[in-house]
């Protein structure tokens, strides 16, 4: 009986200031609601009042804990007239079209969430978003015209954790433009017209754990001395044909994703060193070879190198001396060989080549064995033909392919080159020729 007496009243109390609080502050442009908003770390029902640009007098606005702001046009003046309503306990803010910049947003220092898009704002000025609220803790400003920021625009919220940058014109940024904010945990760079990214912009980022500069002009990714590990980088979608990740110790990312880029080679420098824990390289459509070296002394979990469908040519020791391999996926390339030197010297237990162009051959013999590597691949009967074996049943001895010297011949000339065959090969062809005589007589 006390459990349901309790009951009705939390209903009637929520009743007492639900009810109120849509019929007094919503008019016939603005809508009401009690919603759960992920705020930040933890999710929070909220009360938040969503106005379009015809809302000219939202009464009583101090009770809105969020308020959306929506303006059509995108060439219309926002009027600020609509602040000074009595929103002094708002803790999150969106504003989506008009021509003005943040200036216009007087001070409201409960405000922890900040969300400014498609304003056409082209200049972020110095302690304009401390002059709103220090206590600032995510500011998204995307798809916005911003081009410039000065050295101290993020000065004075220095708590910020979460800053969305991305879809505007930012070439190049102030070297410490982000020294300040030393609990930034997300920076989002995307779609913006930087070409290159240095040590120096993300050097005192020392809560950092995720940062995006997808989406720009950058031609070379060099090794950045990041000042703390477990980092997310995401470089996808750029220009990028030259990697040179060779690392300090220090630099140990979590994720390096380098998908979608104009690399067309590995070399042996790419990633000497580097510390990953996991390697994405999918959808580069002019990547053709991998050799071998290209991860010496490094010491990466996991290596995508899915969806490359020029990729031909994977040394057969490309992945030795590698700390703690685990994974690698080259399926859906243009591989026609699956080599046995992949999983020779390294800790590999899982290897993805599904989707290949496989040739039923003798390079495939070393499946019918016993593998300790777990191997996804159509199944060879299938890959060979219905009803035919899987490989050839007798092989000839392996070919190894080495050569300490590369000849480079130009389009229009000739070179000269000698093939030594080892012993054994001679002995095999030997032993060939006289069956073959045999079976004639």
């Known amino acids: 009986m006390e459990q349901v007496t309790v009951l009705l009243l939390i209903l009637a109390l929520l009743s007492i200031f639900t009810t109120p609080v849509v019929c007094g502050v919503c008019s016939a442009t603005c809508n009401c609601s009690m919603e759960m908003v992920p705020l930040l770390s933890e999710s929070r029902e909220l009360f938040i009042l969503d106005c379009t640009s015809e809302a000219r007098d939202v009464s009583n606005a101090s009770i809105a804990d969020y308020f959306i702001y929506t303006q059509p046009d995108p060439f219309a003046v926002f009027d600020s007239n609509i602040f000074y309503g009595g929103f002094n306990n708002l803790k999150g803010l969106q504003i989506i079209g008009g021509i003005q910049g943040v200036a216009f947003i007087p001070p409201i220092i409960s405000l922890r969430l900040l969300d400014v898009s498609r304003i056409t704002l082209h200049y972020l000025a110095s302690y304009s978003l401390a002059s709103i609220s220090s206590g600032l803790l995510s500011v998204s400003l995307t798809r916005n015209q911003m081009e410039f920021l000065s050295e101290d625009s993020l000065n004075g919220v220095n708590n910020l954790l979460f800053l969305n940058l991305s879809h505007n014109h930012i070439e190049t940024p102030p070297v410490a433009v982000f020294s300040k904010l030393i609990k930034l945990k997300t920076l989002d760079l995307s779609h913006n017209y930087l070409t290159s990214v240095s040590s120096e912009l993300v050097s005192e980022l020392r809560s950092l754990t995720w940062l995006s500069v997808s ?14 590990s477990g980092i997310q980088f995401f470089a996808t979608q750029n220009p990028i044909d030259n990697i040179t ?9 979590d994720t390096l994703d380098i998908s979608g880029n104009l690399i067309k080679v590995l070399s042996s420098v790419s990633f000497k060193g580097a510390i990953i824990e996991k390697l994405i390289m999918s959808d580069c459509k002019h990547l053709s070879a991998v050799y071998s070296g290209v991860y010496t002394e490094s010491a990466i979990k996991s290596i995508n190198m899915s969806s ?30 699956v080599s046995q030197g992949w999983t020779n010297h390294s800790t590999i237990e899982s290897l993805y080549v599904r989707g290949n162009p496989l040739l039923c ?67 095999y062809l030997y032993v060939l020729i006289l069956r073959q005589a045999k079976l004639k007589h």
């Open 215 to 228: 989406s720009n002009r950058i031609h070379n990714i060099d090794f950045i001395s990041f000042p703390n």
């Open 245 to 253: 990740w060779y690392a300090q110790r220090e630099a140990k990312l």
């Open 361 to 427: 051959d003798c390079n495939l013999f070393w499946l019918e064995g016993s593998v300790t590597v777990d191997v996804d691949i159509l199944p060879l009967s299938d890959l060979c033909g219905a009803g035919s074996a899987p490989v050839p049943r007798h092989c000839p001895p392996t070919i190894i392919y080495k050569s300490a010297h590369l000849t480079t011949v130009d389009e229009g000339s000739s070179a000269v080159i000698r093939c030594k065959v080892c012993t054994y090969m001679y002995l």
């Open 308 to 337: 490359n469908p020029k990729l031909q040519f994977v040394d057969s020791n490309a992945f030795s001396n590698v700390l703690g391999l685990r994974e690698v996926d080259l399926s859906n390339s243009g591989l026609s060989v």
